[in-house]
Structure formats: structure tokens, C-alpha cells
């Protein structure tokens, strides 16, 4: 069973900058899933923040972190980044990756994730 191992949050200021790492246990078939970051606020839902597809990829983003968030892939590493950029006290959140048996992103935003991992904070001061 594929496992992913979030890391990389942080304290951070407004307007500073944070790199999440999402760590594959193997990459036989990681490196061919769509990855998705997605954040849990306290007392709110989580929400998809990023994808990226396998092989070839496209990426999509919530229109909350576009133009501040880039999400990329290393398949040496087996690993997919979530770069954030010019960070608000709103993004202040638990991030979560997931990666499902899909090649694409499409709906990400409502994927049936069975187990998350442990995730990473991600602290946000104004």
C-alpha cells in the first residue's frame, strides 16, 4: 500500500514563503498518480488545494492560491512539492496530499480519500 509522508510546515509571517513536501514510499506507481494538496482549517471542511497529473502533467489550483501556490513533481525523489508563496493568515490550515489509483485530477476537490496521513501545519502570523 502506497503511503505519503507530509512535511515542511511551519511558522511563517504574512507574505512569507513555505515548501511541502509529500514523500511517496515507492515510486513504481506514485509517479504516475494525480497528487493532490488539500488544507483542513480548524472548524472547517477540507478543501483540494492543488493537483498534479501523472505522467505529462497538468496542474490545477483552487482560485485561493492561485498565482501564490505551485505545486511540482520530483519522480527521482518520488516526491511532489507544494511551493506557497506569498502566504496569508487565511491559509493557515493542516495540509494533507493524497494520491488516488487516477492518472488525472479531474474533481480532485471531491476525491474519497480512505486514509490521510498525519499531515503538516502550516501557521500563518499577520
Known amino acids: 500500500q502506497l503511503q505519503l509522508v507530509e512535511s515542511g510546515g511551519g511558522l511563517v509571517q504574512s507574505g512569507g514563503s513555505l515548501t511541502l513536501s509529500c514523500a511517496a514510499s515507492?515510486?513504481?506507481?506514485?509517479?504516475?498518480?494525480?497528487t493532490a494538496w488539500f488544507r483542513q482549517a480548524p472548524g472547517k471542511e477540507r478543501e483540494g488545494v492543488a493537483c498534479?497529473?501523472?505522467?505529462?502533467?497538468?496542474?490545477e489550483y483552487a482560485d485561493s492560491v492561485k498565482g501564490r501556490f505551485t505545486i511540482s513533481r520530483d519522480k527521482m525523489k518520488n516526491t511532489v512539492f507544494l511551493q506557497m508563496n506569498s502566504l496569508k493568515p487565511e491559509d493557515t490550515a493542516s495540509y494533507y496530499c493524497?494520491?488516488?489509483?487516477?492518472?488525472?485530477?479531474?474533481?480532485?476537490?471531491?476525491?474519497?480519500?480512505?486514509?490521510w496521513g498525519q499531515g503538516t501545519q502550516v501557521t500563518v502570523s499577520s
Open positions: 493524497a494520491a488516488p489509483s487516477t492518472y488525472y485530477c479531474q474533481n480532485y476537490m471531491s476525491w474519497i480519500v480512505d486514509q
Open positions: 498534479i497529473s501523472g505522467s505529462n502533467p497538468s496542474v
Open positions: 515507492s515510486g513504481s506507481s506514485f509517479n504516475y498518480r494525480a
